[in-house]
């Protein structure tokens, strides 16, 4: 009997072997390259340190406060007496405080190489930023200013980091605590950092805030690699879930509606500022999350950057409408 030849695969199923095989090829170089990338970043020289100013001054006895003053003058104003500072630390609801983020944050260190991870990737793409002071204070629950950021100063509200469901935090909406856990604090000052790196005070249309927004995002994807997309924007997974799936019907709405370059500033309340869901005046409003718009532009710099050989600063510094033109973005449906 002669000896059975191997089957030849078809041309069809060739052509998927070499396909599948390419796309492993580009898999592989991909993640090398990556990988190469971080162990440059890594090795940028840029230590950081997080002072815990809010342990210091609530252990502190009148007889060292003048030194604590002149290590942090910028938190004592001169004009209040060193009573009022003494008579804080011992106050019920600071104490009250002090234990509570004691508790979340038992170990600081996971903290505060996140943050340390955050300024070498920042730097390295930035290689002008120059290190800061980082500092952690007691807001009173300022969540409105969780981080204040200067040129050489970073003040750290860390009572507004303790997690969604801590008592602290019960009258607040959920929208708000929803983004109240200790992994926004890198968050937080990335998207700080990203706005003055932008710097992008005129936006009239809605195509330009969209940008805006997307570029604000896109940096969080260079200096944050690691982190899940959901936590990058403020969402939680579920809402997520819901842009992604409905993310063709969001873009029609928009396009049909004609709100790309309108200059309507109740926008911004509708489909950007953080909300509880976002308004299309439709039945569906409250499945979606707020700030939809964001979403948006985060995928159309992501398509602009996928189709186009740009620097990143040329990306940043481009207006809004040659970046759509030339994005090719198209939602998923």
Not at 95 to 113: H, R, W
Not at 153 to 170: K, M, Q, S
Request: aromatic share 14%; hydrophobic share 35%; net charge positive.
């Amino acid at each position: 009997r002669p000896p059975r030849s191997t089957p030849k695969p078809s041309s069809a199923a060739s052509d998927v072997y070499k396909r599948q095989a390419l796309c492993l090829l580009i898999s592989v170089f991909s993640c090398e390259r990556k990988s190469a990338l971080q162990k440059e970043i890594q090795a940028v020289p840029m230590e950081v340190k997080v002072e815990r100013f809010d342990q210091a001054f609530m252990k502190i006895k009148a007889e060292h406060l003048p030194y604590l003053k002149i290590l942090y003058p910028f938190l004592f104003p001169k004009q209040t007496p060193d009573s009022v500072f003494l008579k804080r630390t011992q106050d019920p609801i600071q104490k009250l405080i002090q234990a509570s983020v004691d508790s979340v944050f038992v170990n600081f260190e996971s903290t505060e190489l996140d943050l340390r991870s955050l300024y070498k990737h920042i730097k390295y793409y930035n290689p002008s930023l120059k290190k800061p002071r980082l500092i952690t204070v007691y807001s009173d629950v300022d969540y409105r200013n969780k981080v204040i950021l200067t040129d050489s100063i970073v003040l750290i509200g860390i009572d507004n980091y303790l997690g969604a469901t801590h008592e602290f935090y019960d009258g607040f909406y959920s929208y708000i605590k929803k983004n109240m856990n200790k992994d926004q604090i890198v968050m937080d000052l990335a998207d700080t950092y990203a706005a003055r790196w932008i710097n992008s005070p005129r936006r009239n249309t809605f195509l330009e805030e969209l940008v805006y927004q997307g570029k604000k995002l896109y940096l969080k994807d260079l200096w944050v690699p690691s982190a899940e997309d959901y936590i990058k924007i403020g969402y939680t997974e579920d809402e997520l879930q819901w842009a992604e799936a409905n993310e063709f019907y969001i873009w029609q709405y928009f396009v049909e509606k004609e709100l790309l370059y309108s200059t309507e500033p109740k926008l911004l309340t509708r489909f950007i500022n953080p909300g509880p869901f976002s308004r299309f005046n439709l039945e569906l409003d409250s499945e979606s999350p707020g700030s939809i718009g964001r979403y948006i532009g985060w995928k159309i710099i992501r398509s602009y950057v996928k189709n186009n050989n740009t620097s990143l600063l040329q990306m940043l510094q481009m207006d809004a409408q040659s970046i759509f033109n030339k994005a090719k973005f198209k939602p998923k449906n």
